[in-house]
């Protein structure tokens, strides 16, 4: 059974940092292209970044770009997301996910395989 894991949300001010995992079982994610989402209440998940198979290619939704970095630890079979100088505007319930057509850097959740069920993420102004 596939599973993936998501930690390290919680309440933080404005500016500040978190680091968000996601360890995996049942799969392994050298296999697997490692996308990140987030939902807000009320709207549709977004794309927020995506590893490759090695953690030699990374993109980043323009939103988060210079602010969050994405990486991998294949020997951990988990995946990371740093979030730095974060916003009000970041909150959200943030997601990972794989996609096992490793040569892409998939954008849009139809995308993807399989999915945690999320950690949540609140940024006080």
């Known amino acids: 059974q596939v599973q993936l894991v998501e930690s390290g949300g919680g309440l933080v001010q404005a500016g500040g940092s978190l680091r968000l995992s996601c360890a995996a079982s049942?799969?392994?994610?050298?296999?697997?292209?490692m996308g990140w989402f987030r939902q807000a209440p009320g709207k549709e998940r977004e794309f927020v970044a995506v590893v490759s198979t090695t953690g030699s290619r990374t993109y980043y939704a323009d939103s988060v770009k210079g602010r969050f970095t994405t990486s991998r630890d294949n020997a951990k079979n988990t995946v990371y997301l740093q979030m730095n100088t974060l916003k009000p505007e970041d909150t959200a319930v943030y997601y990972c996910?794989?996609?096992?057509?490793?040569?892409?850097?998939?954008?849009?959740?139809?995308?993807?395989?399989?999915w945690g069920q999320g950690t949540q993420v609140t940024v006080s102004s």
């Open positions: 049942g799969l392994t994610i050298r296999s697997y292209t």
């Open positions: 996910a794989a996609d096992g057509r490793i040569i892409v850097l998939a954008t849009t959740p139809e995308e993807y395989d399989y």
